[in-house]
């Protein structure tokens, strides 16, 4: 089926698009059609970025016809990228050939690798069937349970191991390499601000907002040649969250309407283009306000740093009777 995305709505002016403009651009989970990582991986090759790597695993043909898509409209360097983020040995496997392709280590990596569950409510027992036999019942609830586990699984698979594996071959890379390089880490606001029925999307997003922390912390010495940050989306209408673009319910609490995907994208563009010692170990969330002189649907967008502090509180309780323990 061609492409329903539009490319020419990922035209940006010259000062959005300075971050890529010229750089080698990485992006997982970039294949499929209408989503959050086809648009940046179309925001960076239709904007100057001198190659770009069209990641994907399952969505082949998706995958395929954005490389074609980006070579159509002047970026001669996109190519595919097929491999499963949760597998190592898949992983390394594609590190020479990226490197070949693009002409060097990459110099912005996108983790943007994700899914999300169908829905469950953590900590519910399904609902009991009127004439439903005990036995009966047991099976159900135990199917249900092993299921919905099955599927948090499979979404904090994705996106931790996924995350986790992109930043240690591509930072050792870069450190190899004594090249600067940029990571970002695709999060949501539901990391910080937890809607119900997707408790393994919500704690891998959550989980992936300490890896910039993590890496500088490995990298030492060398960790002034990565700078590595996370970005919280609200709702981005895509194949996962379309049937509920309707549904003021579900994204009213944060924006009046989605932002569709060449949307998100251009917000990346824009604080990509900020000096990277300003992003540098930081959480952004994206702040979407309606904007009715805008026209019907008129919204504007700006971002917002979420501080993440640990704080030591004394306890009483505690402090009045230490365990003492003696000398070995």
């Known amino acids: 089926m061609p492409l329903q995305t539009d490319p020419s709505q990922f035209a940006l002016p010259p000062e959005l698009a300075a971050g890529v403009a010229g750089k080698r651009v990485f992006i997982t989970g970039a294949g499929r059609d209408k989503g959050l990582g086809q648009a940046f991986a179309l925001a960076a090759g239709l904007n100057g970025a001198s190659g770009v790597a069209v990641h994907f695993h399952n969505s082949y043909e998706d995958g395929l016809d954005t490389v074609n898509m980006l070579r159509d409209h002047g970026c001669e360097n996109a190519f595919p990228v097929q491999c499963d983020v949760t597998n190592p040995r898949d992983v390394w496997s594609i590190r020479s050939y990226v490197i070949q392709r693009l002409g060097g280590v990459p110099d912005v990596v996108i983790c943007n690798s994700g899914a999300s569950e169908a829905g469950y409510m953590l900590g519910r027992v399904p609902r009991e069937l009127e004439g439903e036999s005990s036995a009966r019942r047991r099976a159900r609830v135990r199917q249900a349970f092993v299921e919905n586990l099955a599927e948090s699984q499979m979404v904090i698979d ?45 704690m891998a997003n959550w989980a992936v907002l300490s890896l910039p922390k993590i890496l500088h912390t490995n990298l030492g010495r060398s960790a002034s040649l990565v700078k590595a940050f996370s970005v919280g989306y609200p709702f981005v209408k895509t194949s996962m969250t379309e049937e509920y673009a309707d549904n003021p319910k579900v994204f009213g609490r944060w924006q009046a309407r989605m932002l569709e995907p060449y949307e998100a994208a251009k917000t990346l563009m824009q604080i990509l283009s900020r000096p990277g010692e300003e992003l540098d170990e930081r959480f952004f969330q994206l702040l979407v306000d309606a904007a009715p002189e805008l026209g019907e649907g008129g919204i504007r967008t700006r971002w917002a740093e979420i501080g993440i502090t640990i704080e030591d509180r004394a306890l009483g309780w505690s402090d009045e009777a230490p365990l003492e323990m003696p000398a070995r």
Request: hydrophobic share 45%.
């Open 158 to 202: 994705t996106k931790v191991d996924g995350f986790l594996a992109m930043t240690h071959l591509w930072a050792s890379e870069a450190v190899h390499a004594k090249q600067p390089l940029t990571i970002v880490y695709i999060s949501s606001r539901q990391a910080v601000d937890p809607g119900p029925a997707v408790p393994g999307y919500v």
